[in-house]
C-alpha cells in the first residue's frame, strides 16, 4: 500500500501565510495562488525526504531541486516558473525575518526566448464570431463573448465574471477589475453593443429562467462559465470555421492588439485598454505588427 506523502505541518503554515500576504498586499488571483501553492508544496515535500524544510533550504538545495525536475523533463518555462515562486516565497520570509538570506539570490534563471503571441487575421476573427448559432441562447450568448472579447481585449478570466453593474450600455464601456485589482475602463464598438445587448434582452432571460445572477454571462444553471468552458468553446467554434491557426485562450486579446495596432493605434493607448503595469509588456505586439506590415510590403510592393 502506498503511502500518500503531506506537506510538514510547519511548512504549509508557512506556504499558507505567504499565500495570504500575496492575495492581501497585491490582489493575486486564484489562478496565481494555485500555482505559487502547488509549486511549493512539491519543493516542501521534496525537501521532506531528505529531513529539510523550507526555512532551513539553502542555495545547494534548491539548485538539486531544480536539476531533478529538469531530469524528469520540466522544460525551460516550467523551471522559470518554479524558480519564480521559489524567489517570491523566500523573499517574503527575508522581508519577515524568517531566514537570514535568500537562498534564491545566486540562483540564475533559465535564458527563455520570447514568443510572438499566435494571433488571427481580420478574416479569421469574422469566421470565429460567426460560427455561433445564433438562433438559440446558447449561440447568442457566445457570440456575444467573443464579439466583446474581441472588441475589448478583456483577457478570459475578466468576460467569464463580468458582472451587470461593470457594463454601462449607455456610455458604451465595461468597467474592468484586472490584475492586481487595477481598475480599467474599456470601449466597446457599436457591432458588440448591439449584440450585448441582443443577449441581454432576448437570450439572458431565458437561459435564467426567472432565477438571478449578477454575472452578465450566464450557464443554463444560471451559473457563471468558467474559464476551461469558455475556451473549450472557442476551440470548439474554431474547428467549425476552419480556422488552422494555434490558438491559445489570450488569441483573441492578441487579434485586438495587433489589430488595433496594424490601423494605426498608439501603444500607450492600446497599454491601458490590455491594463499593462509596464510598456514593455505591450511591446512585444509592435513586433506582431511589424511582421504584419513586412508580409504586406512583401506582397504588394513592386520591389518586395
Not at 39 to 45: E, H, M, V
Not at 69 to 94: D, I, M
Not at 166 to 191: A, C, N
Not at 230 to 239: C, G, P, Q, V
Amino acid at each position: 500500500m502506498t503511502v500518500k506523502q503531506t506537506v510538514p505541518p510547519a511548512d504549509a503554515a508557512l506556504i499558507e501565510l505567504f499565500l495570504d500576504s500575496l492575495w492581501v498586499e497585491r490582489g493575486a488571483s486564484d489562478h496565481t495562488l494555485t500555482a505559487y501553492g502547488s509549486d511549493l508544496r512539491a519543493l516542501a515535500l521534496s525537501l521532506a525526504q531528505k529531513g529539510g524544510t523550507l526555512q532551513s533550504a539553502a542555495r545547494d538545495d534548491l539548485l538539486d531541486y531544480l536539476a531533478r525536475r529538469v531530469q524528469q523533463g520540466a522544460k525551460p518555462r516550467t523551471t522559470a516558473r518554479l524558480l519564480s515562486s521559489q524567489r517570491r516565497f523566500y523573499r517574503y520570509l527575508l522581508r519577515e525575518g524568517r531566514i537570514q538570506a535568500d537562498p534564491t539570490a545566486r540562483i540564475d534563471a533559465p535564458k527563455l526566448g520570447r514568443p510572438l503571441p499566435k494571433s488571427l487575421t481580420e478574416e479569421d476573427v469574422e469566421m470565429l464570431l460567426a460560427a455561433p448559432d445564433i438562433a438559440e441562447p446558447l449561440g447568442l450568448r457566445d457570440r456575444a463573448m467573443l464579439e466583446l472579447l474581441y472588441a475589448s481585449g478583456l483577457r478570459v478570466s475578466e468576460l467569464v465574471g463580468l458582472k451587470l453593474g461593470e457594463v454601462s450600455l449607455t456610455q458604451g464601456v465595461v468597467r474592468i477589475f484586472g490584475k492586481g485589482g487595477k481598475e480599467r475602463l474599456v470601449p466597446m464598438g457599436e457591432e458588440c453593443l448591439e449584440w450585448l445587448q441582443r443577449y441581454l434582452d432576448e437570450a439572458r432571460p431565458v437561459l435564467l429562467a426567472g432565477r438571478v445572477a449578477d454575472v452578465v454571462f450566464v450557464t443554463r444553471r444560471a451559473a457563471a462559465m468558467t474559464r476551461q468552458a469558455f475556451w473549450y468553446l472557442i476551440k470548439r467554434y474554431a474547428r467549425q470555421a476552419g480556422i488552422s491557426t494555434t490558438l491559445s485562450p489570450h488569441t483573441l486579446r492578441h487579434a485586438f492588439a495587433t489589430h488595433l495596432l496594424n490601423h494605426g493605434a498608439d501603444l500607450r493607448v492600446l497599454q491601458m485598454l490590455l491594463g499593462h503595469g509596464d510598456l514593455s509588456t505591450t511591446q512585444i505586439y509592435t513586433h506582431v505588427a511589424r511582421e504584419r506590415l513586412k508580409s504586406l510590403h512583401a506582397i504588394h510592393h513592386p520591389r518586395g
